[in-house]
């Protein structure tokens, strides 16, 4: 994994060399394609089957929160009590792994974050949650393997600039053409190695955006 990482990040440090900062955004593709591969995209995603226990799971938890609330807790009790809602997240991510083993950080850590989120939305819905989930793998991928390069390539940047650049190129690679594919994954309609290859493929609209 270690070596994995450094060729990736001699590939874009390559990518990058003496071109200059205002011409960054014509390279967002190249730059997005060797992070977003459809090979680091299974490894950071697991499989199939642990991405849909995830959703499953969730699903199931989710509603059942809205009425049933956890721990003795009403919902509304819970998103003002910090400690449930951790333990309701990794009460889930528990009853997960008992299905699926998550062997991915990256997954962990987006499913975390994305269920972080969620608890204080008033209604579940197993879409938004699903986009959520995608988006926040892909922008934790681009977020690691640029966050160091992009500030060793141009020492100017800050990290509040890097991370607003990688956000911006998430949200360009994962646009409403993609959340519309990551539904009908959801609906069982689409494999997820299509799936995959339709993330790949729209690394095409990258860009970094103003900085």
């Not at 990736?8 to 967002?28: H, R, S, T, V, W």
């Not at 009403?74 to 009590?81: G, L, S, V």
Request: net charge negative.
């Amino acid at each position: 994994m270690g070596t994995s990482k450094k060729n990736m990040n001699n590939e874009i440090k390559k990518l990058l060399k003496e071109k200059p900062l205002d011409q960054l955004n014509e390279f967002a593709p190249d730059i997005s394609r060797v992070v977003l591969s459809q090979e680091s995209l299974k490894k950071s995603l697991d499989n199939e089957e642990v991405v849909n226990t995830s959703i499953e799971v969730v699903t199931k938890k989710f509603i059942s929160l809205n009425s049933n609330g956890f721990n003795g807790k009403t919902k509304k009790e819970m998103i003002e009590d910090e400690l449930t809602q951790q333990e309701f997240i990794e009460m889930i991510l528990k009853e997960i792994e008992e299905e699926s083993k998550i062997n991915s950080k990256v997954l962990e850590k987006a499913l975390k974050i994305v269920m972080g989120h969620l608890i204080d939305d008033e209604f579940y819905n197993v879409y938004v949650f699903s986009q959520l989930l995608f988006y926040q793998v892909v922008y934790q991928l681009l977020l690691n393997d640029l966050y160091e390069t992009l500030k060793d390539s141009y020492e100017n940047l800050s990290y509040t600039q890097i991370e607003k650049m990688v956000s911006t190129l998430a949200d360009k690679i994962m646009n409403t053409e993609v959340y519309s594919k990551v539904n009908e994954f959801v609906d069982r309609k689409l494999s997820f190695n299509n799936l995959l290859e339709v993330i790949t493929k729209n690394t095409n609209n990258a860009e970094f955006g103003i900085f």
